[in-house]
């Protein structure tokens, strides 16, 4: 099913101004659902794209229905959990047997081949972009969805990247965020310390309180 899809979008990107384009994005999708600890929505999927791309995707939900619909299922949330999910649609993949395909070290899929440790280390920049700024980089969105899932889970994505094996570049991207991180105050209060005020009614004044978040 890769292979076939590979041959088409290839034949699809030939047509168009942006070469590999379609197989990118794909790439990125699968790599993303894969890896999320919980199911993503296709505005988280979207904003992933744009932030790791630097332009706006176009028909995102469209794509994933029709064109790689052989792939993944939409639904909406269903538990309490995902109710944080604002009533989304969720993506996942098709098939259960399909997580273990992709999380498997080498395959050879033809042109739309996911390489774990790259897919790792551009999930885990992603999520500490999206805590570090306020808006995507093309389409100027909030990054409220993105920032919802980072604060949960940027521990384990953290723990499980290995620094090693991730290409210069990123490595490079991903040290600059988590500085910016532990240093910038403002940052701090946006990701790490959830501020409370309390008001006492004897003094009728506000007090600041703060709680590390988990």
Do not use: C
């Not at 098939?95 to 070290?105: D, M, N």
């Amino acid at each position: 099913e890769l292979q076939r899809l590979g041959k088409e979008l290839s034949a699809s990107d030939m047509m168009s101004d942006d070469e590999g384009s379609q197989i990118q994005q794909l790439k990125i999708i699968l790599s993303s659902v894969t890896l999320a600890q919980r199911p993503l929505t296709v505005e988280q999927l979207d904003l992933i794209l744009e932030a790791l791309l630097g332009e706006e995707v176009l028909n995102l939900e469209d794509d994933l229905r029709k064109v790689y619909s052989s792939l993944f299922s939409l639904r909406m949330p269903e538990d309490d959990d995902e109710d944080e999910l604002d009533g989304s649609t969720v993506v996942t993949l098709r098939h259960s047997s399909f997580y273990e395909f992709f999380e498997s070290p080498s395959i050879d899929t033809g042109s739309i081949e996911i390489n774990r440790d790259q897919a790792g280390a551009d999930f885990l920049f992603v999520m500490l972009y999206a805590l570090a700024n306020f808006e995507a980089p093309s389409s100027n969105r909030w990054l409220g969805p993105l920032k919802r899932y980072a604060k949960r889970y940027l521990p384990l994505h953290l723990k499980l990247a290995d620094p090693a094996k991730v290409a210069p570049g990123r490595r490079n991207d991903i040290s600059s965020f988590l500085a910016d991180l532990f240093t910038n105050e403002s940052l701090l209060n946006a990701w790490m310390i959830d501020s409370i005020y309390r008001r006492f009614l004897s003094s009728l004044n506000y007090h600041p309180s703060t709680v590390v978040s988990d």
